[in-house]
T-cell receptor, first 114, second 112 residues
Framework: DAGITQSPRHKVTETGTPVTLRCHQT?????MYWYRQDPGHGLRLIHYSYGVKDTDKGEVSDGYSVSRSKTEDFLLTLESATSSQTSVYFCAIGGEQGAPYGYTFGSGTRLTVV | GENVEQHPSTLSVQEGDSAVIKCTYSDSASNYFPWYKQELGKRPQLIID?????GEKKDQRIAVTLNKTAKHFSLHITETQPEDSAVYFCAASIGGYQKVTFGIGTKLQVIP
């Protein structure tokens, strides 16, 4: 749907292990984003990318890193997972200068850290 | 950075009534204000957006208004239907359409 897919859809991992989430788009968008969604906090930006190998931090970037080696793929890595990183993670594309201006979100990854 | 406050956090209305969700933003440089709807278990989807050079925008039963002086914007849904039940997020961005900051969301329940 809408040319953006996330994998995996669900994951359970243990505290202290590294975890990588993948976002893949077929829309050739320049901008890609990772958000996390938690009750009472809405959607908060973790990292974003404005081109291949061009990334920057969002408001909740501690404990996360990203990479973008190709236009279509944006990876989010939890370097050493903690229980506070249990969340639903959404990738998004969009924010281009031409209409439509809004984001298209992926289906989300539900991550549980035990 | 930008801060977006949204209220109410929950809203219940009778089918056919109107619903209003209000948001305020902190940075006067914000110039793009989208609204997203998220149904249970689904991804957020853009339903309407407004840019700072426009005071009001309508699309069928939904409308957004923007008051730049007061730094607040609102979503209005008229003739609500059960399928309008969802969580609605307001958002704002500074200087373009990237790096959007979201409000905490409003859970709207339309009672048949």
């Amino acid at each position: 749907d809408a040319g953006i897919t996330q994998s995996p859809r669900h994951k359970v991992t243990e505290t202290g292990t590294p975890v990588t989430l993948r976002c893949h788009q077929t829309e050739n968008h320049r901008y890609m984003y990772w958000y996390r969604q938690d009750p009472g906090h809405g959607l908060r930006l973790i990292h974003y990318s404005y081109g291949v190998k061009d990334t920057d931090k969002g408001e909740v970037s501690d404990g996360y890193s990203v990479s973008r080696s190709k236009t279509e793929d944006f990876l989010l890595t939890l370097e050493s997972a903690t229980s506070s990183q249990t969340s639903v993670y959404f990738c998004a594309i969009g924010g281009e200068q031409g209409a439509p201006y809004g984001y298209t979100f992926g289906s989300g990854t539900r991550l549980t850290v035990v | 950075g930008e801060n977006v406050e949204q209220h109410p956090s929950t809203l219940s209305v009778q089918e056919g009534d109107s619903a209003v969700i209000k948001c305020t933003y902190s940075d006067s440089a914000s110039n793009y204000f989208p609204w997203y709807k998220q149904e249970l278990g689904k991804r957020p989807q853009l339903i309407i957006d407004i840019r700072s050079n426009v005071g009001e925008k309508k699309d069928q039963r939904i409308a957004v208004t923007l008051n730049k002086t007061a730094k607040h914007f609102s979503l209005h849904i008229t003739e609500t239907q059960p399928e309008d039940s969802a969580v609605y997020f307001c958002a704002a961005s500074i200087g373009g359409y990237q790096k959007v900051t979201f409000g905490i969301g409003t859970k709207l329940q339309v009672i048949p």
